[in-house]
């Protein structure tokens, strides 16, 4: 019993990613966990529908995300 209950309160957040065209316009969202692998995505802090055939706003993009262990970061410096 104790699986189903660490299955429902182990999930990792949804993010929120658009895909964008070689000039940069917005073509389609999508929420996942992990980034897509196949297209150009970018991860933005929400998704509006006004944007959709429109360029990205650069203030919706989010920062990437540091990788690795945090002891490793900071004694690369």
């Known amino acids: 019993m104790s699986w189903f209950w660490a299955s429902l309160f182990n999930r990792r957040p949804m993010r929120s990613f658009a895909r964008l065209d ?24 929400e998704i509006r529908l006004s944007w959709l055939n429109r360029p990205l706003p650069a203030s ?10 945090w002891v490793q970061r900071s004694l690369a410096a």
Not at 32 to 43: F, L
Request: glycine share 8%; charged share 25%.
């Open 60 to 69: 919706a993009r989010v920062c990437a995300r540091p990788r690795g262990n």
């Open 22 to 45: 070689t000039q940069g316009l917005c073509l389609a969202f999508k929420q996942c966990a992990t980034r897509p692998d196949a297209g150009n995505w970018v991860e933005i802090d």
